[in-house]
C-alpha cells in the first residue's frame, strides 16, 4: 500500500499551493542527499517527498489524486508500482520553484518540442566569510561526460526522434494514454551511428573541465546555485545538463553571523570600563577602530552600521554588532584587594542605572525588531 502524498508532507488535504510547497522544501531540506551522504532511507523519503509535491504542485494531478487517489496513476507509467518515475535529475530540476530564482531561470523550460538534456552534476563550494560578503569568483574541477569526437548520431527509429513513445492502458478509469520516455534511445531521439573506440555505448567521454563559478554576495550555508550547460552532455543532438553548486559557509575566527548581521564579542578590562579605550575590532574587511566612553556598562551593544553581510537581492548590508563584555579580575594582590573592600562602602559602586539605560531584554527586543 503506498503512503497517502499528504502524509508523505505532512500536511492536510485542505492543505493551498502555499502550504505544499512550503512542506515540501522543508522535506527537501530534511532528506537531502547532500545532508545524509549514504542514508538510504533519507534517499527514500527524498524521492517520496519529490514524487508527493510533483503530483500535488500541479492543479490537474492533484484534482485526480484527490478523486482517485493512487489509481488515478496506476499503469502510467509516472507513478505507478514503485516510485520510480522521478530519478535526482529531474527532483533537482524542480528545485528551482523552490527554492526561488535568483541565480537565473531554475527548471521550467518552456513549450515546444524538448531536446534532451544530460544529467546535472553537483558539487560543493566552501566559502569564507570574507569570500561570502563580498563575492567571490571560483575556479571548480569538474569531470563531464561529452561526446567523443568523431562520434556520429542518427534518429532513433522506434519513437522518429520524438524521444517518447505512446502507450495505451486500459485502467478502471477507462482507456489511458500516456507518454513514456522511448527505451531504446533513452528519450534523446537518436540513437549512436558512428562510434569512437575510446566512447562508451553511446559515444561519450569523460573530460575533466575547469568551470569558472560566480557567486555573488551574500549567499547563505545550503544555497543552491545553478551553472547552466555545466553538467553533463547527452547523446545526439542535446543540451547539457547543469552544474549544481551547494554553498557550505566556514566558520569565522571571532565573528559569528546571524542572518545579514554579524555579531563580535569584545572584552575589556575593569579599568578600561572605568576610564574609557579604543578598541581595533576584526570586522569582516580588516580592523575597525572604535571608541567606548568611559564608564560602559558591561551587556553594551555597539551597532555598526553596514558592516555587515550584504544582502543576496542587494538591499543594502547587516550591521556589526559588538557586544560589550567587562572582564572582572578573578584574583588580587594585597593592595588591590584593599581598594575594592574599600570600595564596597563607597556610594560611587552602589549600581545606579539612569533612567535611559534600557534594561537587557529591551535591547533585546530592539535588535530583533
Ligand atoms: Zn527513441
Known sequence: ??????????????????????????????????????????????????????????????????????????????????????????????????????????????????????????????????????????????????????????????????????????????????????????????ILDKKPSEADAQGMVVEDETVSIKIPAGVVDGMQLKVSNKGNDAPGNSIPGDLIVAIEELEHEFLKREGENVHFDLYISFPEAVLGVSKDIEAINGKVRIKLEEGIQSGKILRLKGKGIPSINGYGSGDLLVHVNVWTPKTLNKEQKQFFENALTDEHFVPNPEKSEKSFFEKVKDMFS
Not at 508523505?8 to 493551498?16: P, R, Y
Open 1 to 190: 500500500m503506498k503512503k497517502d502524498f499528504y502524509e508523505i508532507l505532512g500536511i492536510s488535504k485542505g492543505a493551498d499551493a502555499a502550504e505544499i510547497k512550503k512542506a515540501y522544501r522543508k522535506s527537501a531540506l530534511k532528506y537531502h542527499p547532500d545532508k545524509n551522504p549514504g542514508d538510504k532511507e533519507a534517499e527514500e523519503n527524498f524521492k517520496l517527498a519529490a514524487e508527493a509535491y510533483e503530483v500535488l504542485s500541479d492543479p490537474n494531478k492533484k484534482a485526480k489524486y484527490d478523486q482517485y487517489g493512487h489509481q488515478a496513476f496506476d499503469g502510467s507509467g509516472g507513478f505507478g508500482g514503485g516510485h520510480g518515475g522521478m530519478n535526482m535529475d529531474d527532483i533537482f530540476s524542480q528545485f528551482g520553484d523552490i527554492f526561488g530564482g535568483g541565480f537565473g531561470g531554475f527548471g521550467g523550460g518552456g513549450g515546444g518540442p524538448r531536446r534532451a538534456k544530460g544529467s546535472n552534476l553537483r558539487i560543493k563550494v566552501k566559502l569564507t566569510l570574507e569570500e561570502i560578503a563580498n563575492g567571490v569568483e571560483k575556479k571548480v574541477k569538474v569531470k563531464r561526460k561529452v561526446q567523443a569526437k568523431g562520434a556520429t548520431y542518427k534518429t532513433c527509429t522506434t519513437c522518429n526522434g520524438q524521444g517518447q513513445v505512446m502507450r495505451v492502458t486500459n485502467t478502471i478509469l477507462g482507456r489511458m494514454q500516456s507518454a513514456s520516455t522511448c527505451p531504446t534511445c533513452g528519450g534523446s531521439g537518436q
